[in-house]
């Protein structure tokens, strides 16, 4: 997934991360979300989130600037929010053990905050179209690159092994999950399916 990276790129696609969390900016925000997630980017109109919301332009205006700046701080709450799931996967402790609390974390949050997870897969295709809204490329790289490192702490303390492609873990990894993410929103259950075939899969491999 597209993390914390999004917090982390140039000016020319930053993203907000001073986000509000109650008023009338967080009730704008919060419609933005659902919209942007639903429709996506140039389905959905300031006019059409300000009367969700009861408010004004000017009023929606005055906190986000304008329609990029709103997307952009959709995006930047949504990175927030996910960072209770790849807490686990980064602090100090087993490879396996994060892995997993990250796992089961990913399921309970689609539950909790689908418009999250549906906004940032949208994000990755919206930003092929609309190049000035993020640096897709960047992105992924960094992403990618913040789970190599995980990896390769793995590897270092000898939970996992010392001939490990470590490149290429990162990619199954993320790769594996996407799809089961991609499934989640093509109308299929997440269910104790996503832990359990990815732990076992990517733990244990598929030969007998």
Known sequence: MLFRSYMTIGDECAVATDLPRDGLAARILGEATRMFASRGYASTSVREVVEACGCTKPALYYHFTNKVGLYRAAIGAAVVRLEVVHEPMVREGAFVD?????????????????????????????????????????????????????????VARGELRADLPVKGAAIALVGAMHMWLQLWLDGHPLDDQFEQSILSLYLHGVIA
């Open 98 to 154: 994060g892995l997993r609390e990250g796992l089961r974390r990913l399921r309970a949050h689609a539950d909790v905050h689908p418009d999250d997870l549906r906004l940032l897969f949208r994000a990755e295709s919206e930003a092929t179209i609309h190049p000035d809204l993020l640096d897709i490329r960047t992105l992924r790289a960094q992403d990618l690159a913040r789970i190599e490192n995980q990896i390769a702490d793995g």
